[in-house]
């Protein structure tokens, strides 16, 4: 039997400026693949062979600004695309007639790239679990397989684009010194990412800009309310079984218990 990949650790990338799109594709290949200067290099090729093709079209003015990087270091989905193109994967988007079992159920699939207002992130499947490993959370938080359906329908609404990545990933990769002190790659154990996703929930998390603040807090809302959902669901699930069982309380009794414990967490 195959065993763990990376010996079972998992590798984030914390925000650094606006790499993102940097931290987005190594989560998604699960290490330090590439650099900014990688995809800056992507970035220029595409611009150059983008306005070849409209000199060849017949056009008069060909603007010199690049289309595929910012002056501040965002990148396109044309160079995330391209990037992972290296290792033969293909990037998809979800809404496309291709997609469709994907969207019928994501579990399906190994790794999704959501993009809102100039941030990208991945949510991956690693080892069997799935995680979100949005550069701006200090740890990949761990998704449940009913969450990851519910939390992708959730980004939507919220007007996150989101696409598949299809393809064999890389199993290994070398974990060194350089790699590990490259000061936003870490090589975590689930545990780990466990132990500080719930320390760092217990605090407010700190932003770098406003719209750090505006697509973290639109990705965070998503999960609160889908956590809201559960809870809505957990009591529905308890009533039917209360309703089932004449040794238990009504479910009324069930309700007002829900209610109580909801009170409860609340002020813990």
């Known amino acids: 039997m195959e065993g763990p990949s990376n010996g079972g650790m998992l590798y984030h990338e914390v925000q650094e400026s606006k790499l993102c799109a940097v931290h987005c594709v190594n989560t998604v290949l699960q290490g330090p693949f590439f650099s900014e200067f990688d995809l800056a290099a992507l970035a220029s090729d595409l611009d150059r062979k983008e306005r070849q093709m409209m000199l060849e079209g017949g056009h008069d003015f060909v603007p010199q600004e690049s289309h595929n990087v910012s002056l501040d270091g965002d990148f ?45 992130f991945c949510i991956r499947k690693v ?36 696409f598949i990545v299809r393809g064999n990933f890389p199993k290994e990769c070398p974990i060194t010194s350089f790699e590990a002190s490259n000061g936003y790659g870490q090589w975590l154990l689930p545990e780990d990412a466990e132990r500080i996703t719930k320390s760092c929930n217990s605090e407010q998390r700190p932003h770098r800009t406003d719209r750090d603040r505006q697509v973290s807090d639109s990705s965070r809302e998503a999960g609160m309310l889908l956590d809201a959902e559960d809870e809505d669901l957990k009591a529905a699930i308890a009533a039917s079984l209360m309703d089932s069982s004449p040794a238990v309380a009504s479910a009324a009794e069930v309700g007002t218990s829900q209610n109580e414990n909801k009170n409860s967490e609340e002020k813990a």
């Not at 949005?134 to 329908?153: I, Q, V």
Request: aromatic share 14%; glycine share 4%.
């Open 76 to 120: 396109s989905i044309q160079v995330l695309q391209k990037a992972l193109e290296v290792w033969d994967l293909l990037v998809i988007p979800l809404n496309s007639p291709v997609a469709e079992p994907a969207q019928i159920d994501p579990e399906l699939e190994n790794a999704f790239i959501c993009h809102l207002q100039d941030h990208w």
């Open 127 to 162: 080892n069997g679990e799935w995680y979100n490993f949005n550069s701006l959370y200090a740890a990949p938080e761990h998704l449940s397989k009913f969450y990851l359906s519910a939390y992708l329908d959730t980004l939507k609404g919220f007007g996150w684009s989101i």
